[in-house]
């Protein structure tokens, strides 16, 4: 593997972004759990390259409060945070709200085939209940939602944020009642979009966000394993 890049959805990145990429997504789908040890040898090792990169993701991490390094101690994923998770949740409403606002009055029709392709793909992954699936078009459902507003700036502000709460998502996103109520929110706020209906998709946004507290709630009364707060 070359030490220097990478080459990641079609993309060339460096080999920090995609050691970065790698364990961000491992430890969003819960592959690694709350409070797990991470070695920056072992990840060295495992994807052949030297440990500088991955002292460098390890650090990006960090940044996001995803792991916690410590000197002279092994690096460990972070438990999750309800005071976190519901100040990311806050800041995250208050730019999607603005977002779909934005959308209803710029979404051309070249987005709106985007977003019913991405819902197409989104019944599929419910009929075959694969939540890693769903959970990956849920992030390109917001990215497309971004682009129809015409701000594709704001989708990176929506990931740090979305990146804090998924593992607590990717808890239940699996239960048939949490998959089809993604779905269909996702829908109906394609279908406001569609026809320009501004307090509709305003609505139904802040509908859709509103689940996390329910999501919370059961979370940690199953996972309290999961939580350090």
Request: charged share 30%.
């Amino acid at each position: 593997m070359n030490t220097s890049a990478l080459q990641i959805g079609g993309q060339r990145r460096t080999t920090a972004d995609a050691i970065f990429e790698m364990l961000r997504q491992d430890i969003v789908k819960l592959r690694l759990e709350p409070g797990a040890k991470l070695s920056e040898a072992e990840v060295a090792s495992r994807h052949q390259v030297s440990r500088q990169p991955v002292r460098e993701a390890f650090i990006r991490l960090s940044h996001l409060n995803l792991v916690r390094v410590q000197p002279q101690r092994a690096t460990t994923v972070r438990k999750l945070s309800s005071r976190d998770i519901l100040n990311s949740w806050f800041l995250r409403i208050a730019i999607e709200v603005e977002v779909v606002r934005r959308g209803c009055e710029s979404a051309n029709a070249d987005n709106l085939n985007a977003l019913r392709e991405n819902i197409a793909e989104q019944q599929k992954a419910v009929q075959t209940k694969d939540g890693d699936r769903l959970h990956t078009l849920d992030y390109e459902f917001h990215h497309l939602l971004c682009k129809a507003a015409n701000c594709e700036f704001a989708y990176d502000t929506i990931a740090e944020y979305k990146s804090h709460v998924d593992r607590l998502c990717m808890l239940d996103i699996t239960s048939t009642e949490s998959m089809d109520e993604l779905l269909s929110d996702h829908t109906k706020i394609v279908s406001a979009l569609q026809h320009r209906d501004i307090e509709e998709a305003v609505s139904l946004t802040r509908v859709h966000l509103s689940r996390l507290d329910t999501s919370l709630i059961v979370a940690r009364e199953k996972y309290p394993h999961y939580f350090q707060d």
